[in-house]
T-cell receptor, first 119, second 114 residues
Framework: DTGVSQDPRHKITKRGQNVTFRCDPI?????LYWYRQTLGQGPEFLTY????????KSRLLSDRFSAERPKGSFSTLEIQRTEQGDSAMYLC?????????????????FGEGSRLTVL | AQTVTQSQPEMSVQEAETVTLSCTYD???????LFWYKQPPSRQMILVIR??????QNATENRFSVNFQKAAKSFSLKISDSQLGDAAMYFCAYSITNAGKSTFGDGTTLTVKP
């Protein structure tokens, strides 16, 4: 497995434009997470999916943000009408949640992130 | 709400020496996981070590070990025989067992001096 991949790695956009990030998790992982990380801070939780169901959204996820995981595989995070405050690294992570039997470690496997710069 | 606090924004250590990174957390839960993740410059974050709260024994992974004090809600990371490749940002994280998200601290930047 090649791990979690994110695309694009870097995105520069003008204020007011829409941007979309894609995340491909590790293939057997049923959970997928989006985090935002700004310089000098730890990752802040945005949302997560179990298969195709979005189970939790942070208050940080304003109406301009939408995330989908339509077939329970890859996910997209769209930011509409970008603002300068949206500039950050957007991290995707995946994990395997065993629903019946087996141990769950809680470990997250991260991608390299998508860096957004809003001018 | 659960919070994770790392009080040391920066630490440095001499190569081959030992360093300890501090982490405290706040929770009312009894069953949870604690983690230390490493984020090298411009590279993805990876797990260094994890601890399950119900286990009294401190976790160890080669040169990395933790000091887990459940009553004090403290979870420090000790790196022995520090190597240049250990230079990175280290994040302490917390996750409720059977829940989804992990909550992260703001990290400690570790510099290793040759």
């Amino acid at each position: 497995d090649t791990g979690v991949s994110q695309d694009p790695r870097h995105k520069i956009t003008k204020r007011g434009q829409n941007v979309t990030f894609r995340c491909d998790p590790i293939s057997e992982h049923n959970r997928l997470y989006w985090y935002r990380q700004t310089l000098g801070q730890g990752p802040e939780f945005l949302t997560y999916f179990q298969n195709e169901a979005q189970l939790e959204k942070s208050r940080l996820l304003s109406d301009r943000f939408s995330a989908e995981r339509p077939k329970g595989s890859f996910s997209t995070l769209e930011i509409q009408r970008t603002e300068q405050g949206d500039s950050a690294m957007y991290l995707c992570a995946s994990s395997l949640r065993r629903l019946a039997g087996g141990a769950n470690t809680g470990e997250l496997f991260f991608g390299e992130g998508s860096r957004l710069t809003v001018l | 709400a659960q919070t994770v606090t790392q009080s040391q924004p920066e630490m440095s250590v001499q190569e081959a020496e030992t360093v300890t990174l501090s982490c405290t957390y706040d929770t009312s839960e009894s069953d949870y996981y604690l983690f230390w993740y490493k984020q090298p410059p411009s590279r993805q974050m990876i797990l260094v070590i994890r601890q399950e709260a119900y286990k009294q024994q401190n976790a160890t992974e080669n040169r990395f070990s933790v000091n887990f004090q459940k009553a004090a809600k403290s979870f420090s990371l000790k790196i022995s025989d520090s190597q240049l490749g250990d230079a990175a940002m280290y994040f302490c994280a917390y996750s409720i067992t059977n829940a989804g998200k992990s909550t992260f601290g703001d990290g400690t930047t570790l510099t290793v001096k040759p």
